[in-house]
T-cell receptor
Framework: DTGVSQDPRHKITKRGQNVTFRCDPI?????LYWYRQTLGQGPEFLTY????????KSRLLSDRFSAERPKGSFSTLEIQRTEQGDSAMYLC?????????????FGSGTRLTVV | SQELEQSPQSLIVQEGKNLTINCTSS?????LYWYKQKYGEGLIFLMM?????EEKSHEKITAKLDEKKQQSSLHITASQPSHAGIYLC?????????????FGTGTRLKVLA
């Protein structure tokens, strides 16, 4: 297993366009998380899944944001009608409910720039 | 809601010097995690602390959780340029039925060769 993979690594989009990011977690991890990080800040929680169920969503996740994890494997995060304020690093992480002493494993992130 | 405050916000040290980064929680910590992030990259897990007074070490990095479980420190001995990056503390709150982490704002470390 090569860890948590995120695609794409970088995305530049025009304001108003829709974008979709993909995250492939570690295969035996049943929990998957999305975070957003802006420059100079720590990661902010967006949402998390246990298997295919989306168990919690942050108030940061406006109606323009939607996340899915069909079949409890990979996940997608879609942002509709992007705004300049959406420019950030979007981080995905995964963990196992059976291995709680090892923290999350993070992907390398997708850097979104809205112009 | 729980908040994590890190200090200092940034640090520049000469290679070979020791340094300490602090993380203070507004509430009792159930699990405290230290991560390192290189600029523009994802986070790399360093250590997890759970018990009051617990101390863990990995290579030249030592992390401690105080007895009251509201403050943690990360100490680097004989710093090297490879230690440069952003150090983040994170905390979970599973006792409240949630498995998400919250993070501090990070400490940016630069090591001068």
């Amino acid at each position: 297993d090569t860890g948590v993979s995120q695609d794409p690594r970088h995305k530049i989009t025009k304001r108003g366009q829709n974008v979709t990011f993909r995250c492939d977690p570690i295969s035996e991890h049943n929990r998957l998380y999305w975070y957003r990080q802006t420059l100079g800040q720590g990661p902010e929680f967006l949402t998390y899944f246990q298997n295919e169920a989306q168990l919690e969503k942050s108030r940061l996740l406006s109606d323009r944001f939607s996340a899915e994890r069909p079949k409890g494997s990979f996940s997608t995060l879609e942002i509709q009608r992007t705004e300049q304020g959406d420019s950030a690093m979007y981080l995905c992480a995964s963990s196992s409910s059976r291995l709680t002493n090892y923290g999350y494993t993070f992907g390398s992130g997708t850097r979104l720039t809205v112009v | 809601s729980q908040e994590l405050e890190q200090s200092p916000q940034s640090l520049i040290v000469q290679e070979g010097k020791n340094l300490t980064i602090n993380c203070t929680s507004s509430k009792t910590l159930y699990g405290l995690y230290w991560y390192k992030q290189k600029y523009g990259e994802g986070l790399i897990f360093l250590m997890m602390l759970q018990k009051g007074g617990e101390e863990k070490s990995h290579e030249k990095i030592t992390a401690k959780l105080d007895e009251k479980k509201q403050q943690s420190s990360l100490h680097i001995t004989a710093s090297q340029p490879s230690h440069a990056g952003i150090y983040l503390c994170g905390a979970d709150n599973w006792a409240s039925g949630t498995y998400k982490y919250i993070f501090g704002t990070g400490t940016r470390l630069k090591v001068l060769a």
